[in-house]
């Protein structure tokens, strides 16, 4: 079969690997799409030993089953499916708490294990859910970015926030938004450096959006809210600026959220932290049923993906790939087609 292969550091190239066998409790999926995700591309530019090559990366995938395991009694083959991007072991304590995407001993597709830049993937059937008819496989594939949205959503649904602000208008950005505004409400401000980028947001819903290479964002939300601040800041690009701005505009008692990975050590004022009361979140993953609420809500039309996604067939995947790490103009995401 075909993979788009990460055989090192710096490297893609389109390869022959074998087809996967599943396990007892696995299906093997022949992929109908995969979405490439930003930690991916920071992974590839960055050299992070996160994801460390040779390995087939992509954990954000739908697909029909094609093979199924001994010890798997409801899936048929020809059922089509979306994946959780988390394999959990289902035993140790986070598991047990229920919050199975915090696995001690989780698995990731694409870093774990073998994922589905590729024509075929086995999949824990676990990891599963139905994929509805009528929901184009460009769109299914992009329910486990939008999960991540979902799980931030209901992180801070009860600090009930009237003011969001995100940092970042790429696809988590923008699943963060419309998760918020179909989830929450209230007003939502999109910084970015990118003017498409933030015409999306526009076009999405934001109702306001500013670019952080024309304006202080600082005094944007102070001259806004009158000195106070908004009450929730999510930053989904993750650097050292955004994560020392989310704080500064930022309210006492309101709450951040850090969901971009793309740098990690930073510098911060604690003191604006303790003393003004506010919360910091951490936001990782999805659980299976934010999972479906996704499915749920690109299926309903209320999240729209069609604009802002590109699709390439698998044979083009270093391209888009590398169109992705440049993210001129509309380059935002990309979905491979195998």
């Not at 960055?46 to 390995?55: D, I």
């Not at 959780?84 to 989780?106: E, F, K, M, P, Y």
């Not at 139905?130 to 769109?139: F, N, Y």
């Not at 993750?238 to 959220?257: D, E, I, M, P, Y």
Request: glycine share 8%.
């Amino acid at each position: 079969m075909k993979t788009l292969h990460y055989p090192a550091w710096g490297t893609l190239e389109i390869s022959e690997e074998d087809q996967p066998k599943p396990a007892t409790d696995e299906v093997v999926l022949k992929v109908a799409a995969c979405g490439i995700c930003g930690s991916e591309l920071e992974t590839f530019k960055n050299r992070s030993q996160r994801r460390t090559p040779p390995l087939v990366m992509g954990h954000e995938f739908c697909g029909i089953i094609a093979e199924i395991g001994s010890n798997v009694p409801d899936r048929e083959i020809g059922d089509p499916v979306v994946s959780n991007s988390v394999v959990s072991c289902g035993t140790c304590r986070c598991c047990a708490r229920g919050s199975t995407h915090l696995c001690t001993d989780r698995q990731i597709f694409g870093m774990h294990r073998p994922g589905a830049f590729a024509e075929y993937i086995s999949v824990p059937e676990q990891c599963l859910i139905d994929w509805p008819e009528g929901l184009p496989a460009e769109s299914a594939c992009l329910a486990e970015p939008l999960a991540n949205g979902i799980h931030v959503a209901n992180i801070v649904s009860r600090t009930e926030p009237k003011t969001t602000l995100i940092f970042g208008a790429g696809p988590i950005g923008l699943m963060c938004q419309q998760a918020i505004q179909v989830k929450i409400g209230g007003t939502i401000i999109v910084v970015d450096l990118v003017s498409d980028r933030l015409e999306i947001a526009a076009l999405l819903g934001a109702n306001q959006i500013v670019n952080a290479s024309q304006e202080d964002i600082v005094e944007f939300v102070n001259d806004m809210t009158y000195g106070e601040g908004v009450d929730l800041v999510i930053d989904s690009a993750g650097n050292q600026t955004t994560k020392q701005q989310s704080l500064s505009v930022c309210r006492a008692g309101g709450a951040v959220v850090w969901i971009g990975l793309l740098e990690n050590a930073v510098k911060l004022d604690s003191y604006d932290v303790t003393l003004a009361e506010k919360t910091i979140f951490g936001s990782y993953a999805a659980s299976l049923s934010e999972l479906r609420d996704a499915v749920n809500l690109l299926s309903s039309g209320l999240v729209d993906t069609k604009r802002w996604l590109q699709s390439f067939p698998l044979e083009r995947g270093v391209e888009a790939f590398q169109r992705m790490l440049a993210a001129q103009g509309m380059d935002i995401k990309a979905v491979l087609i195998p």
